[in-house]
């Protein structure tokens, strides 16, 4: 276990809608990341938080938002859902996101658009 | 563009072998690369890493090799055991910036026959 929450575990929706992906960090950690695997890929950056301001931002769709909250949980929002958006959603957690620090993942979150 | 690539799938190897998995990169500023462990339906544990300074290191079980003139890293488990078997998924780190983003292989399926 690594500390890190994610939930829901699994969502299945449909084209066209919304949907919002709930993080909790590791007691401790300020610094939040947001990674998406889709089949047979690698994980892909998203976004990094840092104590609720964004750091760094990777290929977000505009679709895509994220915000971190004042108690440090992160959420990823999606939204005008398509087909291409199933994956599994994987939520890190870092002390302070900067040099050399262990990111700690948490076990993801599959979603999958129908 | 994908900037690490794992190019095998998959690897099965027997119990108390060796197991190397390999991992190239086609970008020079990458200053830290690591290597993660997944198990199904779990999120990604760090596993070693290793500076763009160093050409190796061992940490048990587990040594990574970096070659930096061929842009290639790789990972020496010996000896093998059967829980060794998961996902192996490499990453780089870019230069610079207050950011720790990584960049993700597409994974390695590690089997472990005991």
């Known amino acids: 276990d690594s500390g890190v929450t994610q939930t829901p575990k699994h969502l299945i929706t449909a084209t066209g809608q919304r949907v919002t992906l709930r993080c909790s960090p590791r007691s401790g950690d300020l610094s939040v990341y947001w990674y998406q695997q889709s089949l047979d890929q690698g994980l892909q950056f998203l976004i990094q938080y840092y104590n609720g301001e964004e750091r760094a931002k990777g290929n977000i769709l505009e679709r895509f938002s994220a915000q971190q909250f004042p108690d440090l949980h992160s959420e990823l929002n999606l939204s005008s859902l398509e087909l291409g958006d199933s994956a599994l959603y994987f939520c890190?957690?870092?002390?302070?996101?900067?040099?050399?620090?262990?990111?700690?993942f948490g076990p993801g979150t599959r979603l999958l658009v129908l | 563009d994908q900037q690490v690539k794992q190019n095998s799938p998959s690897l099965s190897v027997q119990e108390g072998r060796i197991s190397i998995l390999n991992c190239d990169y086609t970008?020079?500023?990458?200053?830290?690369f690591l290597w993660y462990k997944k198990y199904p339906a779990e999120g990604p544990t760090f596993l070693i890493s290793i500076s763009s300074i160093k050409d190796k290191n061992e940490d048990g079980r587990f040594t990574v090799f970096l070659n930096k003139s061929a842009k290639h890293l790789s990972l020496h488990i010996v000896p093998s055991q059967p829980g060794d078997s998961a996902v192996y998924f490499c990453a780089a780190r870019p230069y610079g910036g207050a950011t720790n983003k990584l960049i993700f292989g597409t994974g390695t399926l590690l089997a472990v026959q005991p």
């Open positions: 890190a957690s870092s002390v302070a996101g900067t040099s050399e620090e262990t990111q700690y």
């Open positions: 970008n020079s500023m990458f200053d830290y």
